[in-house]
């Protein structure tokens, strides 16, 4: 089973700086999709950023990038300039082709004003 | 596009109670899943569908049961409710990853469900 592994449960960042939120994850398989989600207070899931493994380059989001290092399965989130509305907490997730969708356990992260 | 309409948005059962969530989406996605979410533990997939007709089991699946009887609705049972059930409870649905036309290959979730188990 592919599992998805965040090791931060929380973290800060002031407000305009850069934060980075890391995600690993156990896979057997080639060609898969890997996203970002935030979810605020509202408990409303939103797509951040969506990366299709096939795709050497880092998909990016406007203020969103990530670091996708295939061999390492490693997908980490980059926020540049932080604002407090990035204030949430952020899933990373797994899918392959013909199977489910899974979750990390999330980082909640606090943006300071 | 009311996208992912989970029903209803709260309810508090008593234990050995049952019950039946009801997830609907108009986007005609051919997956469809649902998942738990508890504090510290992120989303956790309890039972999905790959089309109408079809329900495997996720990472939890033990005390639920799913149907999909038609393509936009997913229902999440609880035969006898437990207080370790006590969750929050999120639907989604996604299409497949070949769609081309839409490259939408991530999945769109309902606004929740906050169930209680006293």
């Known amino acids: 089973a592919q599992t998805v592994t965040q090791s931060q449960p929380e973290m800060s960042v002031q407000e305009a700086e850069t934060v980075t939120l890391s995600c690993t994850y156990d896979?057997?398989?080639?060609?898969?999709?890997l996203f970002w989600y935030k979810q605020p207070p509202s408990r409303q899931m939103i797509l951040v950023i969506r990366q299709e493994a096939y795709k050497q380059q880092n998909a990016t989001e406007n203020r969103f990038s990530v670091n996708f290092q295939k061999a390492a399965k490693s997908f980490s989130l980059k926020i540049s300039d932080s604002q407090l509305g990035d204030a949430a907490m952020y899933f990373c997730?797994?899918?392959?082709?013909?199977?489910?969708?899974?979750f990390g356990a999330g980082t909640r992260l606090t943006v300071k004003p | 596009n009311a996208g992912v309409t989970q029903t209803p948005k709260f309810r508090v059962l008593k234990t050995g109670q049952s019950m039946t969530l009801l997830c609907a989406q108009d986007m005609n996605h051919e997956y469809m899943y649902w998942y738990r979410q508890d504090p510290g533990m992120g989303l956790r997939l309890i039972h999905y569908s790959v089309g109408e007709g079809t329900t495997a089991k996720g990472e939890v699946p033990d005390g639920y049961n799913v149907s999909r009887l038609k393509k936009q609705n997913f229902l999440l049972g609880l035969e006898s409710a437990a207080p370790s059930q006590t969750s929050v409870y999120f639907c989604?649905?996604?299409?497949?990853?070949?769609?081309?036309?839409?490259?939408?290959?991530?999945?769109?979730f309902g606004q929740g469900t906050r169930l209680t188990v006293v």
């Open positions: 989604a649905s996604s299409s497949l990853p070949t769609d081309w036309v839409l490259m939408n290959t991530e999945a769109f």
């Open positions: 997730a797994y899918r392959h082709n013909n199977n489910d969708m899974r």
């Open positions: 896979t057997s398989e080639s060609d898969y999709y």
